[in-house]
Structures are given as structure tokens and as C-alpha cells.
């Protein structure tokens, strides 16, 4: 756990990232090949703090997910607050797997994340594409 908490080959924490840094992640899926449409509506900035690094992480896998199953595609990132909820929606065109080892923890982790947080999700194909939506609430206990 604390070898996740530190940046790699240092002893020096690792930073946290939140939704505020999803840039950071859109380039390094750019960089990486993909096409990313991204969209934000409302002020993510008020998002709780577990919600935003929860959220951050969710958008990292499944954009890692995209490279990984589906390659060089163009994907659509749509993330959202509204009336208590943060929505983040990806979708991609289904492609060939690229990869077929099951060394990453993908929808399992991602999934993990939502439960820990009172949320809700669905993956799977729709038509042409792949599909993750996320509903993660941004009150209450849980968050």
C-alpha cells in the first residue's frame, strides 16, 4: 500500500489527483494514441474530495481500458454535476483486444470504487461501442 502512496523509483509521496487534473490524464491518453472528446458541465470543483480522487482514478482505468482492449480509437468522455451527482460517461468503439492478459484490475477496480462510495455503474457493449457509465453521489455519509 505505501509503495502505491509514493511516486515510483522514490520515496517522496506520490501527488493526489483529483477531477480538477483530468487534463493530465486526457493528454497522457492522447499521447498514447487515442482521440479524446472530452466534456465537463458543471463545477467540478465542488465535488468532495474522496469523489474527485475516486472519480480521477475511474477516468485513468477506463481510458487505460480503451488503449489496452480497443487501441487507437477515439473515445468520448463526458463528466458531469448535477442535483447531487457526478457523472462520468466513456464510451469507445468496440475493438479487437489488443491485450488478453488479466494482470490490470480494470472494471473490478473501477466498480470497487463506485460500491465504496454509494454509486452506481454499468459496462458492457452498446451497438458499436463500449460503455461506462458512473453515477457517484456527491453528499451524504458515504462520500
Not at 492478459?101 to 454509486?119: I, K, P
Request: proline share 4%; aromatic share 2%.
Amino acid at each position: 500500500v505505501l509503495g502505491l502512496l509514493r511516486e515510483e523509483g522514490t520515496d517522496r509521496p506520490a501527488p493526489v489527483r483529483t477531477l480538477a487534473d483530468v487534463d493530465r490524464i486526457v493528454a497522457d491518453a492522447r499521447a498514447a494514441g487515442l482521440t479524446v472528446d472530452v466534456a465537463v458541465d458543471g463545477p467540478i470543483s465542488t465535488v468532495p474530495a474522496a469523489v474527485s480522487r475516486e472519480g480521477y482514478r475511474i477516468v485513468q482505468e477506463g481510458l487505460t481500458n480503451v488503449v489496452r482492449h480497443a487501441g487507437r480509437v477515439a473515445a468520448t468522455l463526458r463528466i458531469a454535476l448535477s442535483e447531487g451527482t457526478l457523472r462520468i460517461d466513456l464510451s469507445n468503439p468496440v475493438g479487437v483486444a489488443r491485450r488478453s492478459d488479466r494482470s490490470g484490475r480494470g472494471l473490478e477496480g473501477m466498480r470497487e470504487r463506485v460500491d465504496l462510495l454509494g454509486g452506481s455503474m454499468t459496462a458492457g457493449r452498446d451497438g458499436d461501442l463500449w460503455r461506462v457509465a458512473v453515477a457517484l453521489p456527491t453528499g451524504g455519509e458515504r462520500a
